[in-house]
Structures are given as C-alpha cells and as structure tokens.
C-alpha cells in the first residue's frame, strides 16, 4: 500500500499517535546529524507523511505501508539520502511497535468484592457474582475446553447453562470492560478458552 502526500493532506485535522511519532523523532535525531532547529522544521513534514501509516497502526490495520522518501525529499529541502534514512526509520519504528503490541497482554481482573475489572478501574468496572461465571474464570485456561467438561468442573445443570454463563462473561467484558475482542473465545467442536490477548488475574 503506498502513501502519499495527498492522502495525509486528509488527515491532518486527526490527532496522531503523539507516543510513536516522539519515538520516531528521536530515533531519526539519533541516526541523522542535521543543522541546528532543522529537525523542528521536519518534524511536521514527518508527522504529514506518516499519519494515515500510524492511523493505521492504532487501528490494527495490516503493516505493509511503504513510505517513500520522496514524500519527504519533495516537501523540503531534505537531501535524497537523509530522506530514504527516515523511510526506512519509519518502517522499523512500525514495525517494531506491531509486534510489541502484540506481545503486550491486557490485564483483566476479578477480586474478593467480586469486581471485574480492567485498568484504568474507575472506568472500566463490573461486577462478577455469580457462583457460575465465577467458577468458569476459574476453570477456563488458554487452551479449548469442551462444554461438557467445563460443566463438569464447575457443577453446572447443563451445557446450555455454561453457554449462557459465558455470554453474559463476555457481554460484561465488552460492555463494561470495553474489550474489543470477546474476552471468552469459542469453537464448535473444541470448546472454549481464554483470549490469549488478555491475561487473568484473581486478587
């Protein structure tokens, strides 16, 4: 996918993911020896360039964006050389960031008061009480259990009671955690399991 100037002309009332950009700067100011405050003078022509890239990146979009040093050579006075340099800083900077991300484990929890939560807390908080859903979470690991099992462990009347469990779980998890993903994941013939994006702990 290529990107050109006349598409980040598009975006630029958006605001940018000012993390990433900072990281990019740095790394450009550490790899580039430029003459004093031309780096400031850049730095908006870089932001330019590269938004529709990072607007991409923070909506887990594929990574295969090809910046090309002419949409920098060509809004300044940058020589070709420096401008493949940031090209290619660019990309890595990307790219790297993709694959923290998904490294990166968001931490869901569920304490004694029976609150089920995500950080930043007062923001996203429910309430887990039921002696089912409680021992689901308990029981459920990032491997596929099948529902007959699952009703075993946790005592439950009947597979469709565990359905019906796990739903409002998940429910609760998008709704009022704000999860993107179900946090419970499923599949027909093998059962359930944890989102291995999310990480469960009980305090």
């Known amino acids: 996918m290529k990107i050109n100037s ?12 000012a993390g990433l950009l900072s990281k990019i700067m740095e790394d450009v100011n550490k790899q580039i ?3 004093k405050n031309l780096l400031e003078k850049y730095k908006p022509i870089i932001e330019k360039a590269i938004r529709p890239a990072i607007e991409a990146f923070n909506e887990n979009k594929p990574t295969s964006h090809i910046i090309e040093p002419s949409i920098f050579a060509n809004n300044s006075k940058m020589t070709v050389k420096n401008a493949e340099l940031i090209a290619q800083i660019v990309t890595r900077n990307l790219k790297n960031e993709r694959q923290n991300k998904k490294k990166t484990k968001i931490k869901i929890y569920h304490n004694s008061d029976l609150e089920f ?4 807390r007062e923001k996203h908080k429910t309430e887990v009480s039921g002696n089912i859903q409680i021992a689901i979470l308990k029981a459920l690991t990032y491997e596929f259990t099948p529902c007959e099992q699952i009703q075993v462990e946790v005592d439950s ?11 409002v779980l998940n429910s609760k998890a ?25 990480k469960l702990i009980f305090s």
């Open 157 to 167: 009347v009947s597979t469709e009671s565990v359905r019906k469990a796990i739903g």
């Open 6 to 17: 006349q598409k980040s002309n598009n975006h630029t009332s958006r605001p940018i993911n």
């Open 33 to 35: 020896i430029l003459q």
């Open 117 to 120: 939560y995500r950080n930043p």
């Open 174 to 198: 998008k709704h009022q955690l704000h999860l993107k993903d179900n946090f419970i994941e499923s599949n027909r013939g093998l059962g359930y399991r944890l989102n291995s994006k999310y």
